[in-house]
């Protein structure tokens, strides 16, 4: 049995890195892309995770591979494409580690993944099926996404989201709205960050937006509040997790992680989402902001996500 099968991107993000002495800006190569960003934060704790997507026939595509493979992420369903370049995002650091995103994806292999492409028998044997928003920005990646929505619903998984909005990666907001809302009402537990509530219920208060989402069927329900840490929404109510003190030096993956270490402890809760009550989700969250926090004091999203004894050392 597979823990979480994860569908989406794994790309490249070259992240801002200094000056060279010739006074050019730098840029350093960490493996990243949500989706694989959450498996590596759940394999270095302790679960075992697979992914669905795409990448091209070149260096990139080659290290994304071995990447996912050395961390033990069954990569059965990363399909590799001679005709079309895997996707790269360059990052921009601010002094507060914050960032700002440019692409190279006019297509990205990512969104070429088609529906007779995925590896069903995948989705079929995992526990959780997670997706993010990105694969539902262009065809046929958006069609394989449904699809892998449906064979997940129809095996019984828990359905998990993490929508990740890029504002250039859409011809514009409405149908980045109405794209990111239509997956919805297959989940079970979702997560979203404070400046994508609005996107996806029309309510700009993250306490608003998730009880919105709560009460239209999803069980559980987290926001990630940035240096404030998160908050957590079941039918019992919400209430605010703060967060653990760290020294932020790139916040690339900090909600990818979060989402890792929060999947970690409902796996090992042994509960169904329906069951999860609020001081259940507390616990989960603790989890996930104990991950964020050593996540972000290190560069990269897949080379920053901590090892389980790093975790626990946060907890304790």
Known sequence: MIDVTAM????IDFTDAGISDAGQKLFERNPGGAPANVLVALQRLGHQTAFLGKVGDDMHGRFLRATMEADNIDARGLLTDPSYFTTLAFVALDEQGDRSFSFARKPGADTQ???????????????V???????????PARSATFAALDVARSAGCVMSYDPNYRANLWPGVEAAMEQM???VPY???MKMSDNECELLTGRRDPAEAARALVSGGVKVCCVTLGSEGALVCTKDGVTAVPPFKTEAVDTTGAGDSFWGGFLAAFLESGLAPAEVALDEAVGMARMGNAVASLCVRKRGGIPAMPERAEVLGVLA
């Open 187 to 189: 989940m079970d537990i």
């Open 181 to 183: 809302r239509a997956v």
């Open 8 to 11: 989406g991107e794994v790309l």
């Open 129 to 139: 099926f997670h997706i993010g928003s990105l694969s539902l920005t262009d065809e």
């Open 113 to 127: 993944i088609t529906t007779d492409e995925l590896d069903t028998r995948l989705i079929a044997e995992s526990r």
